[in-house]
């Protein structure tokens, strides 16, 4: 089995097209706004469930 990633996803009909084709891992802005890299982390660290990672997103210039 092969693992695929679809980046891109910006629309809900994007992610609805992905899922179809049952794609393994999504990346896009409807998922998650880029943030800095230390958010990230301490978010990791403190063990946050995905959606406040995904909530807590901003757009900011050191970006992952």
């Known amino acids: 089995h092969m693992s695929v990633v679809a980046t891109g996803i910006e ?8 899922r179809r084709y049952g794609c393994d891992m999504l990346q896009g802005f409807l998922l998650a706004r880029p943030m800095p890299a230390d958010a990230v982390a301490a978010l990791l ?3 946050e469930p995905a959606a406040k990672i995904l909530a ?3 757009q900011d210039d050191d970006l992952v």
């Open 11 to 18: 629309t809900e009909a994007h992610l609805a097209a992905i």
């Open 45 to 47: 660290r403190a063990g």
């Open 56 to 58: 807590a997103a901003t």
